[in-house]
């Protein structure tokens, strides 16, 4: 079966029902909605800026609305557990079902050659006795009671990371939580993940791959074979056999998206719906964006997190989310939490071309309510951006 030529309009719909942005509300937000929501979104990429609120909390509150950032926490680090944190986009929080499909890609990590494990491998196995031994730990905690001595294999706290980090991506370690430096705390997988994940037969190369891409098209609903590959960081050679037999199966429908030269595939079981009645701030780590390429053909948002570009050379700021209004993105603001001040601070607000004339004062809304969850008393705007004249006095309006 080959679907017809599909709009760019439907499949930004298809996109954001497949990512939850249809799915009804609930007050407050459950465990069972987050469980709904990391469902659609598979994956939550794990950041460490926390300019305005940390990369994992915020695809949760775009979708879900207002919610105890606790959830997240019991999901991750607390029985039954529910998440757990991997290599699965990049650092990122999973489905704890996902552990056994992680498997050949622990043993391609381990295939490889890590100077920590070959120069000091009595270093690593030492580490991982004092896992054992300790119970949860972080780099710190191990190397806090080590003599620093020559003779011990010189461990300090940059050695000790290093072996965590190697264990913990070939699976010898797993992610028990995080502290409040956000710093990782390690244990045996067998007291962090259930024991039914760890009892199940282990998947072949290849049913793994068929299963990351058959789980990225279902959090896609529509994507081309770059965007599957991108959604699990996976290589092509993974990605076209499973696309192929994933085809055969019924599962993707090879279908052509207006405008596209590549060739894409809906998922089976994707809604194509007639509208989607969004309104949400997104993080720049959000899988709705997190693939410029595809954003920009979808949306027609050029997209591109500026961090890490000097700040005379920043064309919109430093932490810029694109705000989305039914099914389109239409402007941009770059957003800081003044906690000190308990002030949410627009450095910059910008419209799209195509942004309707409600723009400000939706994004007022939204803004407003960003600025509830996170504890702060007020906004306050900057005035640079050609859309910051009106969303200022949207504000002072509502």
């Not at 890590?114 to 009595?122: F, M």
């Not at 964006?289 to 919109?316: A, K, S």
């Amino acid at each position: 079966m080959t679907r017809e030529s599909i709009s760019r309009a439907l499949a930004r719909r298809i996109t954001l029902t497949a990512q939850g942005f249809l799915d009804p509300v609930h007050t407050p937000p459950t465990m069972r909605t987050l469980t709904r929501t990391v469902g659609r979104t598979g994956v939550l990429q794990i950041d460490s800026v926390n300019v305005l609120q940390r990369a994992h909390y915020m695809p949760l509150y775009s979708r879900m609305g207002p919610y105890d950032v606790r959830l997240l926490s019991r999901a991750a680090e607390r029985r039954p557990r529910r998440l757990v944190e991997y290599w699965a986009h990049v650092a990122a929080y999973m489905p704890v079902e996902l552990w056994p499909y992680m498997q050949h890609r622990m043993r391609r990590y381990r295939a490889m050659q890590w100077r920590i494990r070959d120069e000091q491998p009595e270093l690593v196995a030492s580490v991982l006795a004092q896992v054992k031994e300790r119970g949860p730990s972080t780099p710190r905690d191990l190397d806090a009671g080590l003599p620093r001595t020559k003779e011990h294999w010189g461990w300090n706290w940059s050695t000790t990371q290093q072996a965590l980090d190697y264990l913990f991506t070939v699976g010898d370690l797993a992610v028990a939580g995080r502290n409040a430096q956000f710093e990782r705390i390690f244990d045996l997988p067998d007291r962090v993940l259930p024991p039914d994940v760890l009892g199940r037969r282990e998947p072949t190369d290849a049913e793994a791959h068929v299963e990351l891409v058959r789980r990225a098209a279902a959090s896609l609903g529509i994507a081309t074979e770059a965007c599957l590959r991108d959604y699990y960081r996976m290589h092509h050679a993974q990605v076209r056999p499973a696309v192929q037999t994933l085809v055969e199966a019924g599962e993707l429908i090879p279908a052509r998206i207006q405008g596209w030269e590549r060739p894409a595939y809906l998922f089976h079981a994707a809604r194509l719906p007639r509208r989607v009645q969004a309104r949400a701030l997104l993080s720049p780590f959000d899988p709705v964006v997190w693939e410029r390429t595809r954003t920009e053909q979808l949306f027609g948002f050029r997209y591109r997190i500026e961090i890490y570009v000097p700040e005379p050379r920043r064309e919109y700021g430093y932490y810029v989310l694109p705000f989305l209004l039914g099914d389109e993105l239409v402007a941009r603001v770059d957003l800081k939490a003044d906690r000190k001040a308990g002030v949410l601070l627009v450095k910059a607000a910008y419209a799209e071309p195509s942004a309707p004339a409600v723009t400000a004062a939706e994004l007022a809304a939204a803004l407003r309510e960003l600025a509830d969850w996170l504890g702060l008393g007020d906004v306050r705007v900057a005035p640079k951006g050609d859309l910051a004249p009106a969303l200022s006095a949207s504000l002072r309006t509502s």
